[in-house]
């Protein structure tokens, strides 16, 4: 395990002998090695030279739940009591599940640094640099069954865009079902899965990846285009209140659904949809379906204009329809 004590020593960007940093942690030189090692297999970029120590340049920019609590307004200090913070984990979606099982729940909020298996939708891999990044499970039950959490996606997005805005981004664009864009790049994505009783009582498992400062990363792996908040932000992303205002807007978009579904957020999703009137194409399996986009309907579908005739879709994926 990554020992949070080390990062913080190394956030400010200085250089830490390896006597200082064993004398702070109360551990051998040996062990402080172990732990260093630790940190290269996650990818923080680790600088050392002879008689001066051990830096990360340029520091770590590190989520803390108290800096957390002070950002939330008030009345929503409560959010920060279940938030857990982690160095690292697999995924936290996989935290948030295992959580579940040991019976934490509703309202829960889990985050981490670093994730070394990170996933996107349909099973790809989201890229999850050390400490770069916003990556963001949280849990929220729902009473009416499965059937009651079509759109969920959509408001959920929603909710990053109220977010983003809060934190001044503008030029922001929804893609259905999961995406937020900025530029017509791929800003953060989402991914949900419900555990619990399909006709009732059940937990959805919100997994939220936004990207905060790529610069110098290993990007090749991404398939599409994408783009992180360092680039369109006019100040330099601060995480903690980054992560307050997405805390605030989900839990109110949660609410908001419970109340009335997707139906309330709608007009909101609509007003960003980043292809309306656009050519796309949805891929069902193997087929293509080609159209115009004509936004989506109450339920979260997708209304495609095929040949005239509107037709709703409740699955696949949306993309421009170029060379199609």
Known sequence: ????????????????S???????????????WKQLQKLEAVDVPLESIKGRGYCVPGGLNLLDPSAVKAALPQGAAGLADQLT????VD?????????LENGSGHGASFVA???SAGRGRRGRQWLSPFARSLYLTTIWEFTNGAAALEGLSLSVAVAVARALRRYGIDGLALKWPNDVLAGDKKLAGILLEMQGDPAGLCQVLVGIGLNVDLRGCQTGSIERPWID??????????????LAKLLVELAAVYREFA??????HKDEWLALDAYKDAPVAIQLGEEWVNGIARGVDAGGGLVLDVDGVNRTFYGGEVSLRAGR
């Open 91 to 99: 995924s936290t979606n996989s935290l948030a599940s295992q959580a």
């Open 259 to 264: 109340g009335g579904g997707f139906g309330v």
């Open 85 to 88: 913070i982690v160095p690292s």
């Open 18 to 32: 390896g006597e200082e940093i064993g004398a702070a942690l109360g551990i051998s030189r040996a062990a402080v």
């Open 229 to 242: 908040l360092r680039s369109v932000a006019e100040v330099e992303p601060e995480r903690n209140k980054l």
């Open 113 to 115: 640094e670093h994730q």
């Open 1 to 16: 395990m990554i020992n949070r004590a080390l990062l913080d020593i190394l956030a400010d960007g200085q250089f830490h």
